[in-house]
């Protein structure tokens, strides 16, 4: 039996799209394609029960807000339905030094002044301990520690100056995606891939037969199966870039957990330990734990204890074991396939990104679609270069977090803080200790407070920074820097406890953000 419409093309000449995989990337995928390429394409996914998904509890970006809201997704129900709270950055501890932590927010630090960046005042008041640490500075910072939370203002006052992101159950993320994308049009199929059809001249896929003998016909792919990476990694055979050595964390020992106290923090946790780090993410109704390890220097069993011994709350379950390898395909977007979430790449997810790298390429995706149904040579070249982009930059980003560090307590962070590190990634530290300066780009993630928050977080103090702060009157700098901590101080505090804001009617939420 063959799945298929008119022709070459599906209904009224729309390109028929085709997606292997369910879970977080599939759905989201299959969603964003049907809802922002509703006249262009016919949307359909193929996905097996009995083939599990790695969620275990899910962090992400602020990006993901503006991905729900443009899909048309209510934020009050999506948070429902996934028992998310939510979350003004990461607290770090023990990273750059056992006993010391700092967060890294969704928002600035301090305001720029006379096209002066903050850090460069904050680094010339620190210089005579007229400073204080600079999360002081941030509003997402002070809220975040004060356990408080309300959606950011639409104005350009100080409460304007942070984002924020949700935290979520990944297990109940796939299933909500799933109801909106097929109520929005997405034909679901159920079944196992056995074989795939190629073209013979051109080698594009053609279709993929299911065990059941159905037959799904498709102009274009996308491969969400996975690390199995069934289409393009082993059909396409695209070639795995393996970055295990900058990275060795390859497996993740997860547990959920009861809750420790009656708050709820507005922010996920990661504290480093011997062979790697351990998270803490807070949901609605359970704790989210694990440890992230290299098996090189820890084993499994090691794992399991370790993250028993030191889980925030009582465990609902035993451990669970998660493999995984450090990297990326040499091509996302190989013929009419084209890769997206654990296919295309994996990074570790020390700053929540998977969720976001799923979404990029979905967005670049988009960007680039090949409407007319003939896919262009060089939009397939400017899908590969933006997505190897995103990578690389976040990769570089990670390997700071274990190379900034004067930790020697373990071979593990032995071996990362003399490691070899990515040029890229030196000319970036180069700059930064030299002149006090980030270096500038218009695409890809974290600019320049996230890299701020980690070098000085971590201990990475410039050398120098730029000169004009110093040609003012220190005095009177140090108070309006100091009222800015204080008027920071008292817009955090008027904020309600994150716990209440969710307990409060949901409606709220878009009321207010």
């Given at each position: 039996m063959t799945w298929r419409d008119q022709g070459r093309s599906g209904e009224k000449g729309k390109q028929r799209v085709v997606v292997l995989g369910g879970g977080t990337a599939g759905w989201m995928t299959a969603a964003g394609l049907v809802r922002l390429l509703a006249e262009a394409v016919e949307v359909q996914l193929i996905e097996s029960e009995d083939i599990g998904i790695v969620g275990v509890g899910e962090a992400t970006l602020p990006h993901l807000r503006g991905f729900i809201e443009t899909l048309g997704i209510d934020e009050a129900a999506f948070m429902e339905a996934t028992r998310a709270t939510f979350k003004l950055g990461i607290d770090f501890r023990d990273f750059g030094r056992i006993g010391e932590s700092y967060i890294h927010p969704f928002g600035s630090f301090g305001e720029e002044l006379n096209g002066v960046a903050f850090h460069h005042y904050w680094l010339e008041l620190r210089e005579h301990s007229l400073a204080g640490p600079l999360g002081d500075y941030s509003l997402a910072v002070a809220a975040a520690l004060a356990n408080r939370f309300c959606p950011p203002a639409a104005d350009e006052s100080l409460a304007s100056t942070y984002g924020y992101a949700y935290q979520f159950d990944a297990t109940l993320f796939g299933p909500f995606m799933?109801?909106?994308?097929?109520?929005?049009?997405?034909?679901?199929?159920?079944?196992?891939?056995?074989?795939?059809?190629?073209?013979?001249?051109?080698?594009?896929?053609?279709?993929?037969?299911?065990?059941?003998?159905?037959?799904?016909?498709?102009?274009?792919?996308?491969?969400?199966?996975?690390?199995?990476?069934?289409l393009l990694g082993g059909e396409l055979e695209e070639e795995w870039e393996d970055w295990s050595h900058w990275l060795p964390c390859n497996r993740a020992a997860a547990v959920p957990c009861t809750h420790s106290s009656e708050d709820i923090s507005p922010y996920t946790t990661a504290t480093?330990?011997?062979?790697?780090?351990?998270?803490?993410?807070?949901?609605?109704?359970?704790?989210?734990?694990?440890?992230?390890y290299s098996s090189t220097h820890l084993s499994d069993e090691e794992a399991c204890e370790a993250i028993l011994s030191n889980a925030n709350g009582r465990p609902l379950a035993d451990p669970r074991i998660l493999r995984f390898r450090p990297g990326r395909r040499r091509r996302s977007w190989s013929h009419n396939v084209i890769g997206v979430g654990l296919a295309s790449g994996f990074l570790?997810?020390?700053?929540?990104?998977?969720?976001?790298?799923?979404?990029?390429?979905?967005?670049?995706l988009v960007e680039l679609f090949p409407v007319e149904g003939k896919i262009e040579p060089q939009d397939r070249e400017e899908f590969n270069r933006l997505v190897d982009m995103e990578y690389d930059r976040i990769r570089d980003f990670l390997i700071l977090h274990y190379h900034a560090t004067?930790?020697?307590?373990?071979?593990?962070?032995?071996?990362?803080?003399?490691?070899?590190?990515?040029?890229?990634?030196?000319?970036?530290?180069?700059?930064?200790?030299?002149t006090g300066r980030i270096a500038k780009y218009s695409e890809g993630l974290f600019f320049e407070p996230s890299w701020i928050a980690v070098y000085i977080g971590q201990g990475v103090i410039p050398n120098r920074h730029d000169a004009r702060p110093g040609v003012l009157d220190r005095t009177k700098l140090a108070r309006a820097v100091d009222r800015l901590a204080q008027a920071v101080s008292k817009e955090a505090q008027s904020m309600p406890r994150h716990r209440d804001f969710l307990r409060a009617d949901p409606t709220r939420i878009a009321q207010t953000g």
């Open positions: 799933r109801s909106f994308a097929t109520n929005a049009g997405v034909t679901r199929h159920e079944g196992k891939v056995i074989a795939v059809r190629r073209d013979g001249s051109s080698g594009d896929v053609t279709a993929l037969e299911l065990e059941d003998g159905r037959i799904i016909e498709g102009d274009l792919f996308i491969d969400c199966s996975g690390f199995r990476s069934l480093a330990m011997p062979a790697g780090w351990r998270w803490e993410i807070p949901l609605q109704h359970r704790m989210g734990n694990g440890y992230v570790e997810p020390l700053e929540s990104t998977s969720i976001y790298l799923a979404q990029m390429a979905i967005t670049y004067s930790r020697d307590d373990s071979d593990f962070w032995n071996d990362m803080r003399t490691l070899r590190v990515p040029d890229t990634l030196a000319d970036k530290i180069d700059l930064w200790r030299n």
